[in-house]
């Protein structure tokens, strides 16, 4: 997993709006899951923490990355409203994880990291556990990665300076022409 380039980030939107995502079943029903962590709240630190990972999975180029869409208070109102108890738990401990695991590794803070240093930590991890040979990696990677791809790609700035927005209701053109290069259409 290098963690996201755009183009990667525009095949996951087509994966995460068919369901996949953790939590999709909150999402497709409208229910909240029956059993949730009472009084889960993330501080600013937390919301900030938040920001920065999902910066380093999309990052700011000649469009406006994760942070400038606060996809720190996306995710916090997905795990909040969208996960089930064992889901914000596993969210949770694997933040706190990704934190202790930086700081023991670097011996700073993620937070006081560069971009490089953060990228450098988080495809680490990723590759870690692609060589340790589990099937099964650690949930936090792909909560945290589908989490900022849906987030990026449903806010208005990814919508509309990421891929190419077509207001609706608009007239119905069943044969657009690409151009290569051209933006996905939102």
């Not at 953060?118 to 792909?142: M, T, W």
């Not at 990814?158 to 053109?173: I, S």
Request: charge should be negative; include cysteine.
């Amino acid at each position: 997993m290098t963690l996201m380039n755009r183009r990667d980030a525009l095949k996951s939107v087509m994966l995460l709006m068919g369901g996949t995502v953790i939590g999709s079943t909150a999402l497709l029903t409208g229910c909240a899951p029956e059993s949730q962590l009472k009084d889960l709240n993330f501080s600013p630190e937390d919301l900030s923490f938040l920001d920065e990972i999902g910066e380093t999975i999309i990052p700011t180029t000649d469009t406006p990355g994760a942070k400038a869409t606060k996809i720190g208070e996306f995710m916090q109102m997905m795990v909040k409203d969208c996960y089930d108890a064992d889901q914000q738990t596993t969210f949770i401990t694997g933040l706190n994880t990704i934190r202790t695991d930086f700081k023991a590794e670097t011996s700073k803070e993620f937070m006081d990291a560069t971009a490089e240093e953060r990228l450098a930590f988080l495809n680490g991890l990723h590759q870690k556990y692609v060589a340790s040979g589990e099937e099964k990696q650690p949930e936090i990677i792909h909560m945290l990665r589908d989490l900022t791809v849906l987030g990026y790609f449903s806010s208005e700035i990814g919508a509309t300076q990421a891929l190419r927005y077509v207001e609706t209701p608009g007239r119905f053109d069943p044969c657009v022409d690409y151009k290569k290069g051209d933006k996905a259409l939102a």
